[in-house]
């Protein structure tokens, strides 16, 4: 049974470094032809799509917040990470990660994210 699991911080200082892990269990990070995601959803709003990760370690990014975001793996520990630069309030939202492959999708739970001072 493949499971995903969101770890950050809930809160973060506006013009600070959001960073959220994801660990997956019972598949491997680098399972052929899997892709890895990030996406949030801001409060009374839909879902975005931040980012993602290939099997093979390519990352890529929506065009609206590629100057702020990266997106890399620790292969070791099974795990990809979401860093979010300069966050603003408007940044606050559940944050999920989430991945697989053609014939199947997994999700963590979310994490809830608010950037206040």
């Known amino acids: 049974q493949v499971q995903l699991q969101e770890s950050g911080p809930g809160l973060v200082k506006p013009s600070q470094t959001l960073s959220l892990t994801c660990t997956i269990s019972?598949?491997?990070?680098?399972?052929?032809?899997?892709?890895w995601i990030w996406i949030r959803q801001p409060p009374g709003q839909g879902l975005q799509w931040i980012g993602g990760?290939?099997?093979?370690?390519?990352?890529y990014y929506s065009p609206s917040l590629k100057s702020r975001t990266a997106i890399f793996r620790d292969t070791s520990k099974n795990q990809f990470t979401l860093q979010l630069n300069s966050v603003t309030p408007q940044d606050t939202a559940v944050y999920y990660c989430?991945?697989?492959?053609?014939?199947?999708?997994?999700w963590g739970q979310g994490t809830q994210v608010t950037v206040s001072s």
């Open positions: 989430a991945g697989g492959g053609a014939a199947e999708d997994y």
């Open positions: 990760m290939t099997y093979g370690g390519n990352s």
């Open positions: 019972g598949a491997s990070i680098t399972t052929n032809y899997y892709t």
